[in-house]
Protein backbone atom coordinates (compact mmCIF):
# COMPACT_ATOMS: atom_id res chain seq x y z
CA UNK A 1 0.00 0.00 0.00
CA UNK A 2 3.20 2.35 0.80
CA UNK A 3 4.35 2.01 -2.58
CA UNK A 4 1.16 2.23 -4.54
CA UNK A 5 1.00 5.84 -2.44
CA UNK A 6 4.42 6.91 -3.27
CA UNK A 7 4.04 5.61 -6.95
CA UNK A 8 0.82 8.28 -7.12
CA UNK A 9 2.70 10.94 -5.19
CA UNK A 10 5.57 11.26 -8.03
CA UNK A 11 2.95 10.70 -10.87
CA UNK A 12 1.30 13.94 -9.27
CA UNK A 13 4.68 15.60 -9.13
CA UNK A 14 5.98 14.58 -12.29
CA UNK A 15 2.57 15.69 -14.00
CA UNK A 16 2.41 18.71 -12.37
CA UNK A 17 6.05 19.67 -13.85
CA UNK A 18 4.72 18.51 -17.40
CA UNK A 19 1.69 20.81 -17.17
CA UNK A 20 2.69 23.14 -20.20
CA UNK A 21 1.53 24.32 -23.54
CA UNK A 22 1.85 21.13 -25.55
CA UNK A 23 -0.45 19.28 -23.16
CA UNK A 24 -2.73 20.69 -25.24
CA UNK A 25 -1.44 20.22 -28.76
CA UNK A 26 -3.89 18.24 -30.92
CA UNK A 27 -1.24 17.76 -33.89
CA UNK A 28 2.03 16.15 -33.49
CA UNK A 29 4.29 14.29 -35.64
CA UNK A 30 6.48 12.03 -33.56
CA UNK A 31 9.45 9.88 -34.71
CA UNK A 32 10.64 6.80 -33.86
CA UNK A 33 14.10 5.15 -33.42
CA UNK A 34 15.15 1.19 -32.64
CA UNK A 35 17.51 -0.75 -30.46
CA UNK A 36 18.02 -4.23 -29.89
CA UNK A 37 20.21 -5.19 -27.06
CA UNK A 38 20.79 -1.84 -26.21
CA UNK A 39 22.12 -1.09 -29.82
CA UNK A 40 20.46 1.15 -32.41
CA UNK A 41 19.27 -0.71 -35.34
CA UNK A 42 18.89 2.18 -37.83
CA UNK A 43 15.40 3.02 -39.97
CA UNK A 44 12.73 5.38 -38.33
CA UNK A 45 8.80 5.11 -37.76
CA UNK A 46 7.00 8.21 -37.99
CA UNK A 47 3.44 8.59 -35.90
CA UNK A 48 1.49 11.51 -37.79
CA UNK A 49 -1.55 12.85 -35.44
CA UNK A 50 -4.24 15.43 -36.50
CA UNK A 51 -6.85 15.47 -33.83
CA UNK A 52 -8.99 12.01 -33.41
CA UNK A 53 -7.24 10.62 -36.62
CA UNK A 54 -3.18 9.18 -37.14
CA UNK A 55 -0.74 7.11 -39.69
CA UNK A 56 2.05 5.18 -38.70
CA UNK A 57 4.89 5.51 -41.72
CA UNK A 58 7.09 3.06 -42.11
CA UNK A 59 6.12 -0.09 -40.56
CA UNK A 60 5.78 -2.29 -43.61
CA UNK A 61 8.80 -1.77 -45.90
CA UNK A 62 7.94 -4.70 -48.76
CA UNK A 63 3.68 -4.42 -48.69
CA UNK A 64 2.64 -1.74 -49.86
CA UNK A 65 0.20 -0.66 -46.75
CA UNK A 66 -0.68 2.00 -44.61
CA UNK A 67 -1.90 2.02 -41.20
CA UNK A 68 -4.50 4.43 -39.63
CA UNK A 69 -6.39 5.22 -36.04
CA UNK A 70 -9.52 6.34 -35.62
CA UNK A 71 -9.74 7.14 -32.01
CA UNK A 72 -13.40 8.88 -32.92
CA UNK A 73 -14.44 5.50 -33.59
CA UNK A 74 -11.96 3.34 -31.33
CA UNK A 75 -10.47 1.51 -34.54
CA UNK A 76 -7.62 0.86 -36.63
CA UNK A 77 -7.85 0.91 -40.76
CA UNK A 78 -5.32 -1.24 -42.40
CA UNK A 79 -5.07 -0.55 -45.97
CA UNK A 80 -3.49 -2.13 -48.62
CA UNK A 81 -3.11 -1.08 -52.69
CA UNK A 82 -2.05 -3.84 -54.68
CA UNK A 83 -1.63 -4.58 -58.48
CA UNK A 84 -4.15 -1.09 -58.65
CA UNK A 85 -6.32 -2.83 -55.94
CA UNK A 86 -6.95 -1.20 -52.19
CA UNK A 87 -7.95 -3.62 -49.58
CA UNK A 88 -8.56 -2.23 -46.46
CA UNK A 89 -9.54 -4.31 -42.64
CA UNK A 90 -10.88 -2.32 -39.97
CA UNK A 91 -9.97 -3.57 -36.22
CA UNK A 92 -11.90 -2.03 -33.11
CA UNK A 93 -9.45 -1.59 -30.21
CA UNK A 94 -11.44 -3.79 -28.45
CA UNK A 95 -10.31 -6.50 -30.07
CA UNK A 96 -6.62 -5.74 -29.89
CA UNK A 97 -4.85 -7.74 -26.80
CA UNK A 98 -5.48 -5.56 -23.31
CA UNK A 99 -2.58 -4.12 -21.74
CA UNK A 100 -2.65 -5.36 -18.20
CA UNK A 101 -1.70 -1.97 -15.67
CA UNK A 102 1.82 -2.08 -13.48
CA UNK A 103 3.12 -0.44 -10.73
CA UNK A 104 5.29 2.49 -11.17
CA UNK A 105 6.57 5.21 -13.27
CA UNK A 106 8.77 6.55 -15.71
CA UNK A 107 10.20 9.54 -18.14
CA UNK A 108 10.39 9.69 -21.48
CA UNK A 109 11.75 13.19 -22.83
CA UNK A 110 10.51 14.96 -20.05
CA UNK A 111 6.85 13.21 -20.35
CA UNK A 112 5.48 11.13 -17.34
CA UNK A 113 4.83 8.15 -18.19
CA UNK A 114 2.91 5.32 -17.23
CA UNK A 115 3.50 1.55 -17.51
CA UNK A 116 1.69 -1.76 -18.87
CA UNK A 117 2.46 -4.61 -20.39
CA UNK A 118 0.60 -6.98 -23.49
CA UNK A 119 1.47 -10.66 -23.86
CA UNK A 120 0.92 -11.38 -27.92
CA UNK A 121 2.30 -14.82 -28.95
CA UNK A 122 4.09 -15.55 -26.30
CA UNK A 123 5.93 -12.51 -26.30
CA UNK A 124 6.16 -10.08 -23.45
CA UNK A 125 6.26 -6.16 -24.66
CA UNK A 126 6.32 -3.80 -21.63
CA UNK A 127 4.74 -0.64 -22.53
CA UNK A 128 5.57 3.43 -21.41
CA UNK A 129 2.40 5.21 -22.05
CA UNK A 130 0.59 8.70 -21.14
CA UNK A 131 -2.70 9.66 -21.28
CA UNK A 132 -2.44 13.81 -20.20
CA UNK A 133 -1.66 14.81 -23.58
CA UNK A 134 -4.63 14.88 -26.22
CA UNK A 135 -2.46 13.43 -28.64
CA UNK A 136 -2.53 9.59 -28.65
CA UNK A 137 -1.15 7.04 -30.69
CA UNK A 138 1.05 3.98 -31.14
CA UNK A 139 4.53 2.93 -33.15
CA UNK A 140 3.18 -0.45 -33.89
CA UNK A 141 -0.52 -1.27 -34.58
CA UNK A 142 -0.87 -4.51 -32.82
CA UNK A 143 -0.01 -2.99 -29.08
CA UNK A 144 -2.89 -1.31 -27.34
CA UNK A 145 -3.73 0.82 -29.94
CA UNK A 146 -6.26 2.66 -27.71
CA UNK A 147 -4.36 3.07 -24.35
CA UNK A 148 -3.34 6.32 -24.72
CA UNK A 149 0.65 8.29 -26.41
CA UNK A 150 2.96 4.86 -26.42
CA UNK A 151 6.33 6.56 -26.43
CA UNK A 152 8.36 3.69 -25.98
CA UNK A 153 7.92 -0.78 -26.01
CA UNK A 154 10.03 -3.17 -24.94
CA UNK A 155 9.54 -6.66 -26.47
CA UNK A 156 11.15 -9.40 -24.83
CA UNK A 157 13.66 -7.33 -22.63
CA UNK A 158 15.67 -6.81 -25.64
CA UNK A 159 14.11 -5.25 -28.68
CA UNK A 160 13.13 -1.36 -27.99
CA UNK A 161 10.78 1.32 -29.94
CA UNK A 162 11.26 4.94 -28.55
CA UNK A 163 10.05 7.80 -29.23
CA UNK A 164 13.51 10.32 -30.19
CA UNK A 165 11.74 13.53 -31.08
CA UNK A 166 7.98 15.10 -30.85
CA UNK A 167 7.22 18.05 -33.38
CA UNK A 168 3.97 19.67 -32.05
CA UNK A 169 3.46 21.55 -35.00
CA UNK A 170 0.40 21.33 -37.96
CA UNK A 171 0.46 17.91 -40.00
CA UNK A 172 -0.19 18.16 -43.70
CA UNK A 173 -2.58 16.45 -45.28
CA UNK A 174 0.09 14.50 -47.49
CA UNK A 175 1.67 13.54 -44.17
CA UNK A 176 -1.47 12.28 -42.97
CA UNK A 177 -2.62 10.60 -46.42
CA UNK A 178 -5.86 9.97 -44.85
CA UNK A 179 -7.69 7.53 -47.51
CA UNK A 180 -10.83 9.09 -49.55
CA UNK A 181 -12.13 5.41 -50.24
CA UNK A 182 -11.58 2.20 -48.82
CA UNK A 183 -11.76 0.19 -51.42
CA UNK A 184 -12.62 -3.42 -50.68
CA UNK A 185 -13.22 -4.46 -47.11
CA UNK A 186 -11.82 -7.87 -46.08
CA UNK A 187 -12.02 -9.76 -42.87
CA UNK A 188 -8.97 -10.41 -41.23
CA UNK A 189 -7.94 -13.41 -42.90
CA UNK A 190 -8.63 -12.15 -46.59
CA UNK A 191 -6.33 -9.27 -45.24
CA UNK A 192 -3.70 -11.09 -44.34
CA UNK A 193 -3.50 -13.20 -47.25
CA UNK A 194 -3.34 -10.31 -49.58
CA UNK A 195 -0.43 -8.61 -47.43
CA UNK A 196 1.88 -11.63 -48.36
CA UNK A 197 0.83 -12.17 -51.26
CA UNK A 198 1.88 -8.76 -52.46
CA UNK A 199 5.55 -9.13 -50.53
CA UNK A 200 6.58 -11.64 -53.84
CA UNK A 201 6.13 -12.27 -57.26
CA UNK A 202 3.90 -15.41 -58.73
CA UNK A 203 3.97 -16.79 -61.99
CA UNK A 204 1.45 -19.12 -62.45
CA UNK A 205 2.89 -21.94 -65.09
CA UNK A 206 -0.14 -24.64 -65.10
CA UNK A 207 -3.67 -23.95 -63.62
CA UNK A 208 -5.60 -26.81 -62.92
CA UNK A 209 -4.75 -29.14 -65.67
CA UNK A 210 -5.35 -32.26 -66.18
CA UNK A 211 -2.40 -34.79 -66.11
CA UNK A 212 -4.14 -38.58 -67.71
CA UNK A 213 -3.88 -41.07 -69.59
CA UNK A 214 -5.11 -42.64 -72.78
CA UNK A 215 -7.93 -38.91 -74.13
CA UNK A 216 -7.25 -37.86 -76.87
CA UNK A 217 -4.93 -34.82 -77.72
CA UNK A 218 -5.19 -31.68 -80.02
CA UNK A 219 -2.23 -29.81 -79.44
CA UNK A 220 -1.98 -26.43 -80.49
CA UNK A 221 0.39 -25.75 -83.40
CA UNK A 222 4.24 -25.94 -81.87
CA UNK A 223 6.38 -23.77 -80.14
CA UNK A 224 3.79 -21.13 -78.96
CA UNK A 225 4.36 -19.22 -75.37
CA UNK A 226 2.25 -19.51 -72.75
CA UNK A 227 -0.01 -22.07 -74.33
CA UNK A 228 -0.05 -25.99 -73.02
CA UNK A 229 0.93 -29.01 -74.64
CA UNK A 230 0.09 -32.70 -73.68
CA UNK A 231 2.49 -35.51 -74.28
CA UNK A 232 3.14 -38.99 -73.63
CA UNK A 233 -0.67 -39.79 -73.83
CA UNK A 234 -1.57 -37.52 -71.94
CA UNK A 235 0.57 -37.86 -69.10
CA UNK A 236 3.20 -34.98 -69.17
CA UNK A 237 2.03 -31.64 -69.18
CA UNK A 238 4.49 -28.70 -71.12
CA UNK A 239 4.45 -24.82 -71.49
CA UNK A 240 7.22 -22.42 -73.17
CA UNK A 241 7.10 -19.02 -70.95
CA UNK A 242 8.94 -16.13 -70.48
CA UNK A 243 10.67 -15.73 -67.26
CA UNK A 244 12.48 -12.93 -65.36
CA UNK A 245 15.90 -12.70 -64.36
CA UNK A 246 17.20 -13.48 -60.92
CA UNK A 247 17.93 -10.56 -59.07
CA UNK A 248 20.89 -10.86 -56.25
CA UNK A 249 19.73 -12.07 -52.93
CA UNK A 250 16.35 -13.34 -54.58
CA UNK A 251 14.81 -16.86 -53.37
CA UNK A 252 12.48 -18.88 -55.78
CA UNK A 253 10.64 -21.42 -55.16
CA UNK A 254 8.33 -24.12 -57.16
CA UNK A 255 4.82 -24.92 -55.51
CA UNK A 256 2.70 -27.56 -57.16
CA UNK A 257 -0.95 -27.96 -56.01
CA UNK A 258 -2.20 -31.24 -56.58
CA UNK A 259 -5.35 -33.58 -56.14
CA UNK A 260 -6.57 -36.44 -57.48
CA UNK A 261 -8.73 -36.81 -60.70
CA UNK A 262 -10.07 -40.35 -60.74
CA UNK A 263 -6.44 -42.28 -60.20
CA UNK A 264 -6.46 -43.80 -56.47
CA UNK A 265 -2.98 -44.80 -56.56
CA UNK A 266 0.76 -42.94 -55.65
CA UNK A 267 2.20 -41.91 -58.90
CA UNK A 268 6.36 -40.82 -59.64
CA UNK A 269 5.50 -36.72 -60.45
CA UNK A 270 8.45 -34.66 -61.72
CA UNK A 271 9.02 -30.64 -62.12
CA UNK A 272 11.14 -30.14 -64.82
CA UNK A 273 13.29 -27.84 -67.16
CA UNK A 274 13.80 -29.07 -70.86
CA UNK A 275 17.45 -27.01 -71.78
CA UNK A 276 17.38 -26.62 -75.73
CA UNK A 277 21.03 -25.29 -76.18
CA UNK A 278 22.01 -27.89 -77.80
CA UNK A 279 21.40 -29.42 -81.08
CA UNK A 280 19.21 -32.54 -79.47
CA UNK A 281 16.84 -31.80 -76.58
CA UNK A 282 13.79 -33.78 -75.14
CA UNK A 283 11.70 -31.43 -76.09
CA UNK A 284 12.32 -33.52 -79.85
CA UNK A 285 11.30 -36.54 -78.61
CA UNK A 286 8.09 -35.25 -76.65
CA UNK A 287 6.69 -33.87 -80.12
CA UNK A 288 8.87 -36.59 -82.65
CA UNK A 289 8.91 -39.92 -80.42
CA UNK A 290 11.62 -41.17 -78.03
CA UNK A 291 13.76 -42.54 -81.12
CA UNK A 292 14.69 -38.47 -81.75
CA UNK A 293 16.90 -39.20 -78.13
CA UNK A 294 20.46 -40.37 -78.21
CA UNK A 295 20.72 -44.05 -76.53
CA UNK A 296 22.64 -45.62 -73.88
CA UNK A 297 23.82 -49.06 -73.70
CA UNK A 298 23.98 -50.55 -70.57
CA UNK A 299 25.51 -54.21 -70.32
CA UNK A 300 22.46 -56.07 -69.24
CA UNK A 301 21.59 -55.43 -73.16
CA UNK A 302 19.03 -52.87 -72.81
CA UNK A 303 19.07 -49.31 -74.66
CA UNK A 304 17.85 -46.12 -72.16
CA UNK A 305 16.61 -43.17 -74.00
CA UNK A 306 18.02 -39.86 -72.97
CA UNK A 307 19.24 -40.57 -69.67
CA UNK A 308 22.61 -38.62 -69.80
CA UNK A 309 24.48 -35.96 -71.22
CA UNK A 310 26.44 -36.07 -74.42
CA UNK A 311 28.00 -33.54 -76.57
CA UNK A 312 25.03 -32.72 -78.32
CA UNK A 313 22.44 -33.58 -75.21
CA UNK A 314 21.18 -32.56 -71.94
CA UNK A 315 18.78 -34.17 -70.37
CA UNK A 316 16.09 -32.55 -68.24
CA UNK A 317 16.72 -30.28 -65.68
CA UNK A 318 14.66 -31.88 -62.84
CA UNK A 319 13.23 -28.78 -60.63
CA UNK A 320 11.10 -30.85 -57.95
CA UNK A 321 10.22 -34.76 -57.70
CA UNK A 322 6.86 -35.28 -56.01
CA UNK A 323 4.72 -38.19 -55.44
CA UNK A 324 1.10 -38.26 -55.53
CA UNK A 325 -0.59 -39.35 -52.38
CA UNK A 326 -3.45 -42.03 -52.70
CA UNK A 327 -6.81 -40.89 -53.96
CA UNK A 328 -6.50 -37.26 -52.58
CA UNK A 329 -9.71 -35.33 -52.65
CA UNK A 330 -11.81 -37.38 -55.51
CA UNK A 331 -11.81 -40.33 -53.15
CA UNK A 332 -12.66 -38.50 -49.82
CA UNK A 333 -16.00 -39.06 -49.77
CA UNK A 334 -15.41 -42.84 -50.57
CA UNK A 335 -13.23 -43.41 -47.59
CA UNK A 336 -14.99 -41.87 -44.58
CA UNK A 337 -12.90 -42.76 -40.91
CA UNK A 338 -14.10 -41.07 -38.36
CA UNK A 339 -11.34 -38.24 -37.27
CA UNK A 340 -10.09 -38.66 -40.64
CA UNK A 341 -10.07 -35.43 -41.76
CA UNK A 342 -8.80 -35.83 -45.69
CA UNK A 343 -6.76 -33.04 -47.42
CA UNK A 344 -8.37 -31.66 -50.04
CA UNK A 345 -5.25 -31.44 -52.08
CA UNK A 346 -1.13 -31.54 -51.41
CA UNK A 347 0.73 -29.23 -52.11
CA UNK A 348 4.66 -29.49 -52.93
CA UNK A 349 6.80 -26.29 -52.24
CA UNK A 350 10.71 -26.38 -52.69
CA UNK A 351 13.55 -23.58 -52.67
CA UNK A 352 15.11 -23.60 -56.14
CA UNK A 353 16.99 -20.69 -56.29
CA UNK A 354 19.82 -23.00 -56.54
CA UNK A 355 18.67 -23.81 -59.65
CA UNK A 356 17.60 -20.42 -60.53
CA UNK A 357 19.96 -18.86 -63.11
CA UNK A 358 18.88 -21.66 -65.64
CA UNK A 359 15.05 -20.65 -65.71
CA UNK A 360 15.57 -17.03 -67.17
CA UNK A 361 13.95 -15.73 -70.56
CA UNK A 362 12.09 -18.11 -72.65
CA UNK A 363 12.16 -21.74 -70.91
CA UNK A 364 10.28 -25.32 -71.47
CA UNK A 365 8.73 -25.79 -68.32
CA UNK A 366 6.81 -29.59 -67.59
CA UNK A 367 5.36 -31.72 -65.06
CA UNK A 368 4.60 -35.54 -65.70
CA UNK A 369 2.65 -37.89 -63.21
CA UNK A 370 2.61 -41.25 -64.68
CA UNK A 371 -0.67 -43.03 -64.06
CA UNK A 372 -2.83 -44.76 -66.68
CA UNK A 373 -6.48 -43.11 -65.58
CA UNK A 374 -8.41 -41.15 -68.17
CA UNK A 375 -8.94 -38.95 -65.22
CA UNK A 376 -5.75 -38.78 -63.72
CA UNK A 377 -4.62 -35.88 -61.96
CA UNK A 378 -5.21 -32.22 -61.37
CA UNK A 379 -1.93 -30.11 -61.33
CA UNK A 380 -1.24 -26.46 -61.06
CA UNK A 381 2.30 -24.78 -60.76
CA UNK A 382 3.83 -21.50 -59.40
CA UNK A 383 7.00 -19.74 -59.46
CA UNK A 384 7.22 -17.49 -56.40
CA UNK A 385 10.04 -15.19 -56.78
CA UNK A 386 10.91 -13.37 -52.84
CA UNK A 387 12.75 -10.78 -52.73
CA UNK A 388 16.16 -10.34 -50.38
CA UNK A 389 16.17 -7.97 -47.35
CA UNK A 390 18.30 -4.87 -47.55
CA UNK A 391 21.56 -5.39 -46.36
CA UNK A 392 21.47 -9.10 -46.68
CA UNK A 393 21.34 -9.16 -50.72
CA UNK A 394 24.21 -11.29 -52.34
CA UNK A 395 26.80 -10.12 -54.66
CA UNK A 396 25.71 -10.98 -58.05
CA UNK A 397 27.51 -14.22 -59.48
CA UNK A 398 27.96 -16.20 -62.47
CA UNK A 399 26.47 -19.75 -62.31
CA UNK A 400 27.49 -22.65 -63.96
CA UNK A 401 24.29 -25.19 -63.76
CA UNK A 402 24.56 -28.66 -66.23
CA UNK A 403 22.10 -31.41 -65.54
CA UNK A 404 24.24 -34.46 -66.77
CA UNK A 405 22.11 -37.46 -66.20
CA UNK A 406 18.48 -38.13 -65.50
CA UNK A 407 16.88 -41.72 -65.03
CA UNK A 408 13.22 -40.55 -64.16
CA UNK A 409 11.32 -42.04 -67.48
CA UNK A 410 9.00 -38.87 -67.97
CA UNK A 411 7.94 -40.51 -70.97
CA UNK A 412 7.08 -43.96 -69.78
CA UNK A 413 3.65 -44.13 -71.18
CA UNK A 414 5.19 -43.67 -74.77
CA UNK A 415 7.90 -46.45 -73.83
CA UNK A 416 10.79 -44.75 -72.30
CA UNK A 417 12.74 -47.40 -70.37
CA UNK A 418 12.49 -47.58 -66.72
CA UNK A 419 15.81 -46.81 -64.83
CA UNK A 420 17.60 -50.63 -64.62
CA UNK A 421 20.51 -50.03 -66.09
CA UNK A 422 21.94 -50.78 -62.34
CA UNK A 423 21.00 -54.60 -62.66
CA UNK A 424 24.72 -55.14 -63.88
CA UNK A 425 26.69 -52.04 -63.88
CA UNK A 426 26.53 -48.64 -62.88
CA UNK A 427 25.38 -45.61 -64.23
CA UNK A 428 28.65 -43.84 -66.48
CA UNK A 429 28.71 -40.33 -67.69
CA UNK A 430 31.20 -38.47 -68.92
CA UNK A 431 31.69 -35.17 -67.68
CA UNK A 432 33.59 -31.53 -68.87
CA UNK A 433 34.69 -29.18 -66.37
CA UNK A 434 34.98 -25.89 -67.89
CA UNK A 435 37.65 -23.64 -66.80
CA UNK A 436 37.37 -20.94 -64.05
CA UNK A 437 34.48 -23.05 -62.64
CA UNK A 438 34.51 -23.20 -58.68
CA UNK A 439 32.99 -24.59 -55.72
CA UNK A 440 31.62 -27.32 -57.81
CA UNK A 441 28.63 -29.69 -56.58
CA UNK A 442 26.46 -32.22 -57.65
CA UNK A 443 22.95 -31.92 -56.93
CA UNK A 444 21.49 -35.69 -56.71
CA UNK A 445 18.13 -37.25 -56.52
CA UNK A 446 17.36 -40.65 -55.94
CA UNK A 447 14.00 -42.53 -55.03
CA UNK A 448 13.85 -46.35 -55.43
CA UNK A 449 10.86 -47.94 -56.77
CA UNK A 450 9.44 -51.68 -56.91
CA UNK A 451 6.30 -52.33 -55.59
CA UNK A 452 6.22 -55.15 -53.54
CA UNK A 453 7.90 -56.87 -50.50
CA UNK A 454 11.26 -57.52 -52.16
CA UNK A 455 10.87 -54.71 -54.68
CA UNK A 456 13.44 -51.87 -54.72
CA UNK A 457 10.76 -49.63 -52.95
CA UNK A 458 10.29 -51.31 -49.35
CA UNK A 459 14.43 -52.27 -49.25
CA UNK A 460 17.30 -50.07 -48.34
CA UNK A 461 19.72 -49.37 -50.81
CA UNK A 462 23.33 -48.18 -50.73
CA UNK A 463 23.45 -45.57 -53.08
CA UNK A 464 27.41 -44.81 -54.10
CA UNK A 465 28.94 -41.64 -56.66
CA UNK A 466 31.97 -42.08 -57.90
CA UNK A 467 34.53 -40.02 -59.51
CA UNK A 468 37.27 -41.38 -62.05
CA UNK A 469 36.89 -44.26 -60.04
CA UNK A 470 36.98 -42.99 -56.27
CA UNK A 471 34.05 -43.22 -54.46
CA UNK A 472 32.76 -39.68 -53.16
CA UNK A 473 29.71 -40.16 -51.66
CA UNK A 474 27.72 -42.90 -50.19
CA UNK A 475 24.30 -43.63 -48.47
CA UNK A 476 21.24 -45.38 -48.07
CA UNK A 477 18.19 -43.04 -49.30
CA UNK A 478 15.34 -44.05 -47.29
CA UNK A 479 11.87 -42.40 -45.56
CA UNK A 480 10.44 -43.15 -42.31
CA UNK A 481 8.21 -41.11 -41.67
CA UNK A 482 5.49 -41.95 -44.05
CA UNK A 483 2.43 -42.10 -41.85
CA UNK A 484 2.93 -38.20 -41.05
CA UNK A 485 0.94 -37.93 -44.01
CA UNK A 486 -1.85 -40.23 -43.99
CA UNK A 487 -4.66 -37.63 -44.23
CA UNK A 488 -3.43 -37.29 -47.69
CA UNK A 489 -4.00 -40.84 -48.83
CA UNK A 490 -7.40 -40.85 -48.23
CA UNK A 491 -7.55 -44.13 -50.69
CA UNK A 492 -4.80 -46.03 -49.05
CA UNK A 493 -5.16 -49.37 -48.34
CA UNK A 494 -6.03 -50.94 -44.52
CA UNK A 495 -3.62 -54.01 -43.93
CA UNK A 496 -5.15 -56.77 -40.65
CA UNK A 497 -2.09 -55.18 -38.39
CA UNK A 498 -3.76 -51.41 -38.58
CA UNK A 499 -0.82 -50.03 -40.60
CA UNK A 500 -1.74 -48.12 -44.15
CA UNK A 501 -0.13 -48.93 -47.07
CA UNK A 502 0.70 -45.20 -47.43
CA UNK A 503 2.32 -45.88 -43.57
CA UNK A 504 5.18 -47.87 -45.00
CA UNK A 505 8.59 -46.84 -45.04
CA UNK A 506 10.56 -46.39 -48.78
CA UNK A 507 13.15 -45.73 -50.69
CA UNK A 508 13.52 -41.96 -49.98
CA UNK A 509 10.25 -41.21 -50.86
CA UNK A 510 6.59 -41.32 -49.08
CA UNK A 511 3.13 -40.95 -50.54
CA UNK A 512 2.03 -36.90 -50.92
CA UNK A 513 5.62 -35.78 -50.40
CA UNK A 514 8.56 -34.61 -52.27
CA UNK A 515 11.81 -36.05 -52.36
CA UNK A 516 14.81 -33.26 -51.37
CA UNK A 517 18.24 -33.83 -53.18
CA UNK A 518 21.53 -34.09 -51.84
CA UNK A 519 24.50 -31.98 -52.37
CA UNK A 520 28.07 -33.66 -53.15
CA UNK A 521 31.24 -31.36 -52.75
CA UNK A 522 33.09 -31.72 -55.56
CA UNK A 523 35.19 -28.80 -55.12
CA UNK A 524 38.75 -30.52 -56.01
CA UNK A 525 37.68 -31.48 -59.37
CA UNK A 526 40.36 -29.99 -62.01
CA UNK A 527 39.20 -28.48 -66.08
CA UNK A 528 38.84 -31.29 -68.15
CA UNK A 529 36.78 -34.31 -68.82
CA UNK A 530 35.54 -36.82 -65.81
CA UNK A 531 33.65 -39.99 -65.16
CA UNK A 532 31.10 -39.96 -63.07
CA UNK A 533 29.39 -43.16 -61.94
CA UNK A 534 26.23 -43.99 -59.71
CA UNK A 535 26.38 -47.48 -58.54
CA UNK A 536 23.31 -49.09 -56.80
CA UNK A 537 22.72 -52.93 -56.20
CA UNK A 538 19.79 -53.16 -57.86
CA UNK A 539 16.87 -56.33 -56.60
CA UNK A 540 16.04 -58.73 -58.26
CA UNK A 541 12.80 -59.12 -60.68
CA UNK A 542 9.69 -61.57 -59.41
CA UNK A 543 7.66 -62.91 -62.56
CA UNK A 544 6.75 -59.67 -63.66
CA UNK A 545 7.51 -57.48 -61.50
CA UNK A 546 11.17 -55.71 -60.72
CA UNK A 547 13.10 -52.91 -59.54
CA UNK A 548 14.15 -49.55 -61.34
CA UNK A 549 15.61 -46.62 -59.36
CA UNK A 550 15.05 -42.61 -60.93
CA UNK A 551 18.02 -40.70 -60.08
CA UNK A 552 19.16 -37.19 -61.55
CA UNK A 553 21.96 -35.18 -61.02
CA UNK A 554 23.15 -31.40 -62.04
CA UNK A 555 26.73 -30.30 -61.69
CA UNK A 556 26.33 -26.77 -59.95
CA UNK A 557 29.57 -24.41 -59.76
CA UNK A 558 30.14 -20.89 -59.62
CA UNK A 559 31.57 -19.77 -63.10
CA UNK A 560 34.38 -16.68 -62.97
Known amino acids: MKTYLFSLVLLFISTTIFAQKNTQATEAVITYGSRSNGKDVGGEKKLFIKGNQARISGQERQAKQEQFLQFAEAATYQV ?64 APGIGLILKTIRNGNTETYAKKIDYRKVKADELAWPKQWGTLLDEAAYQRQIIESRYQTINIFNKEKISFGNKIENPVADQSN ?11 LKKVKLPAVQPGQSVFAELIQNSNGDAYDRTGSVFMIPVDKSVSFLNALQNGIQALPVYNARNGKKYQGVTATDNYLPPLELMRFFTSFGVKHFNAQAKIKGYNWADSVIYKQDITVLAPRLQGEVWIGVFIGNYDKGGHTASLNLNY ?36 FEKDSLTVTIDVPQGVKNLRLRYLTTGHGGWGKGDEFVPKMNEIFVDGKRVYHFIPWREDCATYRFSNPSSGNFGNGLSSSDLSRSNWCPGTLTLPVEIPLENLSPGKHTLQVAIPLGKPEGTSFSSWNVSGVLIGDQE
Open 80 to 143: LNSNGTTYTFKKPFSEYVSAELIAGIDTIMGIPCKKAKVFIRSNTIEIWYTNDLKIKGTPDLTI
Open 227 to 237: VTYHFSAGTVI
Open 386 to 421: YPGYEGEKEKEKKSFIMPVFNTTNLMEMAGQEYGTM
